[in-house]
């Protein structure tokens, strides 16, 4: 069949003709449309999974920088030195954490700051023009003089000599580590001795040597400077000292804190204190005692007394009283009461074989059972180490 010139033929391909380019519009649009939205779909994905992997890094970062800057923190405040310190700090970063990038300082005042840095590869962001990402963290850390502590020997020890009971001006005790000491003895304050002064002199007559290898620095505490302690006020004697010889005092002491002396020379006492041979223990420092009869030291001792003290009142019959500045940590390495010894410095010091010692050395640590940050106490070793930042 033939159509020719039929109108309507004609119409209906006129009409064919007009839809195709709108339907050819129709797909173009589709196509820009679905391309957007494959954009903002890889945008998504890149702000869900790159993100979310930032942020693990980004833990993970703080995690290197907190050991490292503790770690350093650490060095420094048992060495004093600023470049071990660093190093100490970046090992800890870098080598035993898993940051990539790191920078470690120390300040005037021995804080340890850490940044570090772990850049890693993105999922879907190198589409979007962000091919790597760097995820960093900060941490800063110190250590301070301990401002109390818990578990410690009721055994008192003396900051630098008082002198006729006033605090010492020093900014820290002057303790020698990893020399011998003679901690403790047990003579009554009856019959105590006084060691010579200075050392070595002679002087005053009749008074001992406590310098006994010869290096200019009392070996011995004599008089006042040393003592057992009522630390919970309840003046249990004997009885309670070898309780908290033997498991530490489960209260908890603080500095500018003033606590009775108590009466230690009962032979159980020093036979708790060998078993504790060994070991390292902590103890408070006092810095100012107060003996005068008949009141506590606000009273008796207002001079020696500040705002920011308190009293721990004694049951027992010690009118002595000891003002804690500071904790130390110290290593019995013998205690001379029969069975036990002899000891070296019992015998270098040339005691009486009827006076029982605890002697060994003060070590600088960062020990367990010590709290507070900043404390203002004054500087025996022991410290406590945190994060500030």
Known sequence: MEFGNDPAVLLDEGACKMRNPTHRLSRGQSMVTVALLMFIF??????????????????????????????GAREYCLTGDADLAI??????????????????S???????TVV????????????????T????????????VPGAAVGILPVAWNCSPPIEGFPSESDDCKIIFNKPYVIMDSKSSE?????????????????????????????????????????????GGSSELVDWINGGFGGTTKIHTWYGGQSGVANDVFQAAAGRTGDYVLFPVFDAYCDEPGALPEVSCPDLYHAQDTTVPSGGASTLYYHVITFA???????DAPPHGPCPGHEAAG???????????????????????????????????????
């Open 42 to 71: 890889i945008a998504m994905l890149a702000l869900v999974l790159d993100g979310g992997y930032a942020y693990l890094q980004r833990r993970a970062a703080q995690t290197a920088a907190d050991a490292g800057a503790l770690a």
């Open 87 to 104: 190093s100490t700090a970046l090992e800890y970063t870098l080598d035993r954490n898993t940051a990539l990038e790191a920078e470690a």
């Open 106 to 112: 120390v300040d005037a005042d021995g804080v340890v």
């Open 116 to 131: 570090a840095h772990i850049p890693f590869t993105t999922f879907f962001g190198q589409v979007l023009g962000q091919p």
């Open 133 to 144: 990402i760097t995820s960093s963290a900060i941490a800063a850390a110190a250590c301070f």
């Open 191 to 235: 019959e105590d001795f006084y060691c010579q002064d200075p050392p070595n002199s002679g002087l005053p007559p009749g008074t001992l040597d406590c310098d006994y290898d010869d290096d200019g620095l009392d070996d011995l505490l004599a008089g006042g400077d040393r003592s057992w302690l009522d630390l919970d006020g309840g003046g």
């Open 329 to 335: 940590y110290f290593r019995i390495t013998c205690v």
């Open 351 to 389: 005691l009486p074989n009827h006076v029982k010692t605890i002697e060994g050395y003060f070590v600088k640590k960062i020990p367990p059972g010590l709290s507070g940050k900043p404390g203002d106490g004054k500087d025996a070793g022991s410290y406590t180490l945190y994060l500030i930042r």
